[in-house]
């Protein structure tokens, strides 16, 4: 009998415990997976019931900027050059982002960063490729090159950085984005043979300096053999590169409405606006003055390059004042994905620029072997509105020396059939967008046919206008 009462007893406690750690569980006062201290989950056990309440994931403005900087130093997986076996390469798309820059505008009554935009080989970062890249610039007489390309110059050259002046970073980045593309398109895929011809090339940059740099650095390293005679530069005045297809009327209105919601949120943000007060105390100038001189984009110069904070008599601005400004531009980014009115002006902003992509890629699918690489050199007001009409939301903003590339594949199986992949920084991205992002349940092949993307870009982007073509979603005013 007492046997039996104290099983009992041992049996209603057991249960009692195992209510309690449940109840504990499910209230999340204890975790239901253990962390390790690297932070991750030694098991994947999914919760009894879900947290439809649980907060998105907290930023962390320090990381991210350090993703921003991509400051050279492992080397990078790609996914790029990926296909079945049957398949085959024949033409590839790059836009890029200009390399690390010095600051367009400066913090007032500050010293400038401290940054040399002399090019040294011996001065990390560096590249193996860094002291014949310069040589070979040098003699750089024969590039045939649009307009005033022609008197920029093909290197930095300035012991202290001129404001938007490529740094040696920036040269670096690109030199190995250059040096990875050559040994997945050219060593494995054989895109360029060894006799590459100047047709086989469209290249494009805008006219500073940065993005013709940053070209040349990617070319660099990535031709079979770098001739100047066979390089052609095309100066494109536009930095969203609408050629002759930029009178558009309500793209400037979502533009100016998009301007209007950063606004709105800005002036929203208390911490934000106590973060600019105390720094306008401490370099001495009214507040609104330093707002208007874009301060993160200095103190990013500073973050990126390991330079320690402007200080003055009264302070020095500091780590605390840098993340809250960094905070608040990723909010903004997360607000702008879900208020649209960004990607409304992004759909009419590079619809010029989409459809030359896709009429060159129908081209060269019909049979034509020129202009199988080209190569846009553009700025983070290219790329991002770009990847937004395209409907990637998840991709981070525009880091220095972004790239992304549309190649084209032919089936091997079935010639007349073509497919595309997408790719951000040498990730597919291809089933991220929004007219192949669910193709790849009814299908094997892990690409986007071709046509998917033409009827997107010649047909779909214009469907939440209610208009069919650009000219007429440019110039009807929303009802």
Request: proline fraction near 6%.
């Amino acid at each position: 009998m007492l046997f039996r009462n104290r099983f009992l007893f041992l049996l209603a406690l057991a249960a009692l415990l195992a209510f309690l750690s449940l109840s504990l569980q499910f209230l999340h006062l204890i975790p239901v997976n253990p962390i390790r201290e690297d932070g991750l989950n030694p098991k994947s056990r999914k919760r009894i019931m879900p947290d439809l309440l649980t907060e998105p994931p907290a930023i962390d403005p320090v990381y991210e900027a350090r993703v921003y900087c991509n400051i050279p130093t492992i080397a990078e997986r790609s996914m790029e050059g990926h296909a079945p076996h049957y398949f085959k390469l024949v033409s590839v798309q790059v836009l890029i982002r200009h390399g690390d820059r010095y600051p367009l505008y400066a913090i007032p009554k500050t010293k400038r960063p401290d940054i040399d935009c002399m090019l040294l080989p011996s001065r990390k970062p560096s590249h193996p490729q860094l002291e014949a890249f310069i040589k070979y610039m040098s003699k750089g007489s024969a590039a045939q090159m649009d307009g005033s390309l022609s008197s920029l110059p093909r290197y930095p050259s300035h012991s202290l950085c001129e404001m938007g002046e490529l740094t040696q970073t920036g040269v670096v980045q690109h030199l190995r984005n250059g040096q990875l593309l050559r040994e997945i398109y050219i060593s494995k895929h054989k895109l360029l043979l060894s006799d590459w011809t100047a047709k086989q090339l469209y290249l494009e940059t805008t006219g500073k300096s940065r993005t013709l740099q940053s070209a040349l650095a990617l070319l660099y390293t990535f031709l079979p053999d770098f001739d100047w005679k066979k390089i052609n530069l095309r100066h494109q005045w536009s930095t969203i590169f609408c050629s002759g297809s930029c009178d558009c009327p309500m793209r400037n209105h979502y533009l100016e409405e998009e301007q209007r919601r950063q606004y709105s949120l800005r002036v929203k943000n208390n911490d934000l606006e106590k973060i600019y007060v105390d720094m306008a105390k401490i370099v001495g100038i009214p507040t609104r003055q330093l707002r208007a001189s874009n301060p993160i984009d200095s103190l990013l110069c500073y973050f990126c390059h390991n330079v320690s904070f402007p200080c003055t008599k009264t302070g020095c601005i500091g780590m605390e004042h840098f993340k809250v400004i960094k905070r608040h531009q990723l909010e903004d980014e997360r607000e702008r994905q879900e208020k649209k009115l960004y990607f409304l002006y992004a759909l009419l902003a590079t619809h010029p620029l989409l459809n030359q992509t896709v009429n060159r890629l129908q081209r060269i699918a019909e049979g034509k072997k020129e202009e199988v690489f080209v190569l846009y050199s553009a700025h983070d007001v290219t790329l991002s509105p770009v990847l937004s009409a395209l409907g990637i939301t998840e991709a981070r903003f525009p880091r220095f020396a972004a790239r992304l590339v549309f190649e084209l594949w032919q089936d091997g199986k079935r010639p007349k059939e073509h497919f595309i992949r997408i790719l951000y920084n040498g990730a597919d991205v291809t089933f991220q967008t929004s007219f192949c992002k669910d193709y790849y349940k009814r299908s094997s092949k892990p690409m986007c046919p071709l046509e998917k993307f033409v009827n997107f870009v010649r047909r779909d982007m214009f469907l939440i206008f209610n208009s069919t073509s650009y000219y007429d979603a440019c110039h009807r005013r929303p009802l």
